[in-house]
């Protein structure tokens, strides 16, 4: 089964924890192939709060030219047409100030279909009011 997925605005105060890199590609030299990838990530908590899904967004930077330009599509950057996308959870985790959620993203396109693409995430967490392991799925179109 998937879950929901929906690219939204995310205003940078919905966000309770710090941001990792999951993938960096070097536009010079990437192939389609890296596209289909699968990335550790450990994420820790800023304030006590409750997190109903995980935030994907992405960075840019243009270096190779003769004014070099970068922006992001993050929700704490300035706002571009470009939107985030948020993976929501089954059931939300309750996460209190400096607790650690690890897990695992993997990330391919779609065999039907190239442009979509499937996701899969795995993720453990043991905090001060509750515990979670889960293992979603998501279908980004």
Not at 50 to 58: D, E, P
Not at 84 to 100: A, D, F, S, V, W
């Amino acid at each position: 089964m998937s879950l929901p997925n929906r690219f939204s605005l995310i205003i940078n105060q919905a966000i309770v924890t710090n941001a990792v890199p999951i993938l960096d590609l070097n536009i010079l030299t990437c192939t389609k192939e890296d596209a289909a990838f699968t990335a550790d990530f450990i994420i820790q908590a800023h304030r006590n709060d409750f997190i109903h899904g995980l935030v994907t967004y992405f960075e840019c930077g243009f270096t190779q030219v003769h004014k070099p330009i970068a922006f992001s599509t993050a929700p704490f950057a300035r706002y571009t047409h470009w939107k985030q996308t948020i993976m929501y959870l089954e059931e939300p985790i309750t996460i209190c100030q400096g607790e650690k959620l690890s897990g695992t993203i993997s990330c391919k396109p779609n065999q039907k279909n190239q442009r979509d693409l499937d996701i899969s995430v795995t993720i453990q967490f043991k905090g001060s009011h509750c515990e979670s392991f889960k293992e979603m799925s998501y279908r980004l179109r």
